[in-house]
């Protein structure tokens, strides 16, 4: 590939490219100078803006703050205010209040029983060894 910056016949040299762009834009501004022309200061009286175009765009707010509060109770209140946690989900228990039982070796323990909710439920038992309650 050619380097055009160090190509012999191609265009002028660099000073004479920038004596021909100074020539050409110092023709370009006139001469002399014109001066300035400032305009006379014109004071206009300040225009009262009715009272509906000032409080215009603050109802607009109120009104758009207002009705996104709004969307948002709406859609608050299609979901369910609590989610079911765990085997108790609102279903029938056959009971919550742990009985005292023994367990084979003898020791003492609590029994939770839990049923689930459906057509066929199933039943959950949950044994919690009481410390320190080897009798035997």
């Known amino acids: 590939m050619n380097d055009l910056r160090t190509s012999p016949g191609f265009g002028p040299s660099g000073d004479e490219l920038e004596g021909m762009l100074r020539s050409f834009f110092r ?7 014109p001066t300035l022309k400032v305009p006379e200061a014109m004071m206009k ?24 509060l709004f969307g948002y109770l709406t859609l608050a209140s299609i979901f ?9 989900n609102g279903g029938p228990q056959i009971g919550n ?7 084979r070796s003898g020791n ?4 939770w ?9 199933t039943i959950f038992i949950q044994l919690q060894e009481i410390k320190g309650s080897n009798d035997r």
Not at 27 to 33: G, H, S
Not at 97 to 103: A, E, S, Y
């Open 80 to 88: 369910p205010k609590q989610l079911p946690n765990g085997v108790n």
């Open 27 to 33: 023709a370009e501004v006139p001469d002399p100078w």
């Open 113 to 121: 029983e839990e049923k689930s909710p459906g057509a066929r439920p």
């Open 97 to 103: 209040v742990p009985r005292r039982v023994h367990t």
């Open 108 to 111: 003492e323990a609590l029994m």
């Open 45 to 68: 009286p300040a225009k009262r803006r009715s009272v509906w175009l000032r409080i215009g765009p603050r109802l607009a707010l109120a009104a758009s703050v207002a009705f996104l």
